[in-house]
């Protein structure tokens, strides 16, 4: 083939080529199109006032739009002026009532501070009020059964907050942010309490968890950090990760005698918290769990818990360049054998036994105390191979396999010595009480329909 033929061959190969790309070319005028008529008839929106006046379809009342649905018989919000100050929700749009708030029909209009609900409305959607910082305390008719995610979030001007009756399921973020509010008035039916539903409404004092609750998810409560105290019914059976994390000054809890887990860092912070029940259903115990509760002097470990969890009680920060370390004068109650004892002796906290006899960690001497001549007493008996009586077995059984050997005078000596890279095995390989102690904090931001904007607090 001669040069000329060549570049012929290779330029057909180009156009072929680039025809071929082409089917994969994106058509953004198509797609946009496409969107505009879907979004057309999705808010029924038919552009001026005049259009939307004869428009069986829409309307445009003192500065909120409605869309009409004839096939469900039903009218809702679908968008609004930004400068509206007052809202009052007429009951009927063309002959039909109005059902539902929409998604972001009354987003971040930072001029509202009061809005009047008919009792036809049944539905807030998702964002609806979001970020309406000086929206004030509404008063939400009993005829809604369903309120949005983020429906009410950073609306930093409420103080209290009721839920209608029939809400059955409170939503991922719904109130979030709300840094005011004192009162969270529940409905008396619901079920479930979704992630960051109230995350950071930092003043909160008062809420009444009712007899209906079933589960609490992640971080619901995290950073309510003026609620003091809290109920959770029984007819709760869960409770999910950081759920009450970072409440600073929760004093009292009553958990549910029907959960049994307690979820990774549950408690996580609560510095102020001065006594817990474990409830005797409860299995699991995750870890971190009580981390950072210093103010929790013992605890009692019932013996159905059968897993504790890495840290997940009597630690703190530690001080300098220690990352954690035990809390002053902290001890555990529980029962010879159990998950309580072993945590115990693994993390050197003194442990109480129930059964009527008390084991001291270490203390084959018998005078109360773990100290030095315990160590000493302990490796001449090991080397003069002096059989040990029952009692002074179980106290320097430290690994707790039911032999006494060289790895148990190992892990004494790290208890002694404060030597933590001790495993259970004896080797230095940090695995008994080396977690990862700092949690991932949730991110400080308010979800919002628009993602490139982050409410400040």
Not at 171 to 192: D, F, G, Q, R
Not at 252 to 263: A, H, P, V, Y
Not at 270 to 296: H, Q
Not at 362 to 387: C, Q
């Amino acid at each position: 083939m001669n040069k000329s033929k060549k570049i012929t061959a290779f330029v057909s190969s180009l156009v072929l080529l680039s025809g071929f790309a082409a089917q994969f070319v994106y058509d953004s005028s198509q797609v946009c199109d496409d969107m505009t008529v879907y979004a057309a008839e999705d808010v029924a929106d038919a552009g001026t006032e005049e259009e939307e006046e004869e428009s069986p379809l829409a309307a445009y009342i003192d500065g909120v739009r409605y869309k009409i649905s004839l096939n469900d018989q039903m009218a809702s919000t679908i968008a609004s002026d930004r400068d509206l100050e007052e809202v009052v929700l007429p009951s009927m749009i063309k002959g039909q009532p109005l059902r539902e708030i929409g998604y972001v029909s009354f987003q971040r209009h930072s001029k509202l501070k009061k809005v009047v609900f008919p009792d036809t409305v049944t539905v807030i959607g998702d964002y609806v009020f979001d970020q309406d910082r000086n929206l004030e305390n509404v008063e939400l008719p009993d005829s809604i059964e369903h309120i949005g995610e983020s429906a009410f979030s950073t609306c930093a001007g409420m103080t209290e907050f009721k839920f209608p009756p029939k809400v059955k399921n409170i939503s991922v973020s719904v109130l979030a942010y709300c840094s005011n509010i004192k009162k969270i008035v529940m409905p008396t039916e619901a079920v479930n309490i979704y992630c960051y539903a109230f995350q950071k409404c930092r003043s909160l004092e008062e809420i009444t968890l009712p007899e209906t609750l079933v589960k609490i998810y992640d971080l619901a409560f995290t950073g309510c950090a003026s609620l003091k105290d809290i109920t959770i019914p029984d007819s709760v059976e869960y409770l999910g990760a950081y759920c009450f994390s970072e409440c600073t000054s929760l004093e009292t809890i009553k958990l549910s005698k029907n959960i049994e887990r307690i979820g990774a860092r549950t408690f996580y912070n609560c510095s102020s918290l001065t006594s817990i029940e474990i409830p005797e259903k409860v299995t699991t115990i995750e870890e971190n769990a009580f981390f950072g509760c210093t103010s929790l002097k013992s605890v009692t470990i019932p013996a159905t818990v059968t897993n504790i969890g890495i840290n997940a009680f009597g630690y703190q920060l530690g001080k300098g360049s220690e990352l954690f370390g035990l809390v002053e004068d902290f001890e555990i109650s529980g029962y010879k054998g159990t998950a309580a004892q072993k945590y115990a002796k693994q993390h050197g906290i003194k442990f109480n036994c129930l059964d009527g006899e008390d084991t001291v960690i270490g203390d084959i001497t018998g005078d109360g105390e773990t100290n030095v001549a315990d160590l000493a007493s302990f490796m001449k008996a090991l080397v003069s191979g002096k059989e040990m009586t029952d009692e002074e077995k179980t106290a320097v059984d430290m690994n707790e396999d039911g032999t006494v050997n060289i790895l148990d005078l190992i892990m004494l000596k790290s208890v002694l010595l404060g030597d933590d890279d001790i495993s259970d095995d004896g080797s230095d390989d940090n695995v008994i009480i080396a977690p990862t102690v700092t949690p991932d904090e949730p991110a400080d931001e308010t979800p919002s329909a628009t993602p490139d904007e982050t409410p400040a607090e």
